[in-house]
């Protein structure tokens, strides 16, 4: 523990957390601690004045104007996309396809792909550990259609096994929605392997099944490269980046866009409109209907060029060593259970403590400056395979510290004491 403990500190996060105005404030007369960066991360001071000088020097509609300002906005906003695509790594920037966020893309291609394609009596394979906003679509999809939804099981640490994505997959399979990453876990998925055995069940069944992949919490920690995956769709948010809220992308390989009808209605979707017939734009505008969040996309630009500017690997290292850290802390507290034990994990550590109400502890943490979350993280049914009704979850980013873990560790027990007495 110790070499590790010193390998962490070659990355500089004191320096780094210079860049993020919020973490210097006080909650309660205390530092703020923030753990709750899988619900959303903090910004740094690029994408707010990235945000700021797009509102205060050059706030323009996109795409629909001659005028100066326009033309600077449009430049400022088609860059982005290039941005994002090498981000991915995605073959063409025609690809990349602006939404409000993860949900709003799982949507899209549900709305989209599955209407057209999903017949009464397909399957749509998913996982037991998916947030609501990669169950829910499919399930409404599946009700609309008469499809079954089929969910690959999990076992006690909170992992799936290939055996068992192996026999979900049927010669009825017709598409497959699975996290890259789980969000109330922190349990990282063999997706590429996964991908590999759906391109070979679609070969022995003739059908060509697509594969969406949930990135949402994946992004700000490691490199996510679409082309190595070989996955069909994959979706994630600016927010859990770095960037700014109600902002996100769907990347789909351009054979199955073009195959997909429109998803919403609406100026910049249309190539011609007449009462007697509208002509419909190509990708990616025609799933882009109406005035974009363009100071959404402008920040969610900052922030892969922040995101860019970090020595990645080391970032990962630091989050991983705080969640080892930390979890040693809690493992050595009475009555501490940690829920989700998986042997490939990102920087989340949720757990349980006997006896005490999450909500209660995330309260009394919040006393101390912690920010936590509790509940079941929108995966209610997670929460009921393992039997629990909620867990208690910290979840670390790279401008968190070693400190802060420690002082955390520190507040559970006092935690524990103050409302067990």
Not at 256 to 264: C, E, F, K, S, V
Request: with cysteine; charged share 20%; hydrophobic share 40%.
């Amino acid at each position: 523990m110790q070499g590790e403990v010193a390998a962490a500190t070659k990355f500089d996060v004191d320096e780094i957390r210079k860049h993020f105005p919020v973490l210097s404030q006080k909650v309660y007369g205390k530092p703020l601690i923030y753990f709750d960066n899988a619900a959303t991360s903090q910004k740094p001071l690029s994408v707010i004045q990235a945000i700021t000088d797009y509102y205060s020097t050059y706030n323009s509609n996109v795409h629909r104007g001659v005028h100066f300002l326009s033309q600077k906005a449009s430049d400022a906003y088609d860059q982005v996309r290039v941005k994002v695509k090498d981000f991915i790594n995605a073959p063409a920037e025609e690809e990349v396809i602006f939404t409000s966020g993860t949900t709003d893309a799982i949507n899209l291609v549900a709305y989209t792909w599955g209407r057209k394609f999903i017949n009464e009596g397909d399957e749509i394979v998913i996982s037991s550990m998916e947030h609501h906003s990669n169950l829910v679509p499919w399930q409404i999809l599946c009700e609309e259609k008469k499809a079954v939804l089929k969910v690959v099981p999990m076992n006690d640490a909170g992992e799936l096994q290939p055996d068992d994505f192996q026999k979900t997959l049927s010669a009825k399979t017709r598409f497959v929605a699975i996290s890259h990453t789980s969000n109330s876990l922190g349990t990282i998925n063999a997706v590429e392997e996964m991908v590999a055995m759906v391109r070979k069940h679609s070969e022995q069944i003739h059908y060509d099944i697509p594969v969406l992949i949930d990135a949402a919490q994946a992004m700000i920690h490691e490199k996510v490269d679409v082309q190595q995956l070989d996955c069909d769709f994959l979706c994630f948010s600016s927010h859990k980046m770095l960037g700014p809220t109600g902002m996100g992308v769907l990347y789909g390989k351009t054979s199955r866009l073009n195959q997909m009808p429109p998803w919403r209605g609406g100026g910049d979707m249309i190539k011609s409109v007449s009462f007697e017939k509208t002509t419909f734009n190509d990708i990616p505008y025609r799933f882009e209907a109406g005035t974009p969040h363009i100071a959404g996309v402008i920040g969610m630009g900052a922030a892969i060029d922040y995101l860019n500017s970090l020595d990645r690997k080391a970032a990962l290292q630091h989050e991983l060593q705080l969640t080892r850290h930390a979890q040693h802390l809690l493992a050595n507290i009475a009555g501490v259970k940690l829920i989700g034990t998986a042997k490939h994990k990102t920087s989340v550590v949720s757990f349980i403590i006997e006896g005490v109400n999450a909500m209660d502890a995330g309260m009394y943490l919040d006393t101390q400056g912690i920010a936590v979350r509790t509940g079941h993280h929108c995966t209610e049914p997670l929460m009921n395979r393992l039997n629990i009704p909620g867990t208690i979850r910290a979840s670390f980013a790279f401008y968190n510290t070693l400190h802060e873990v420690n002082v955390f560790g520190e507040a559970v027990k006092k935690a524990i004491r103050f409302l067990k007495r």
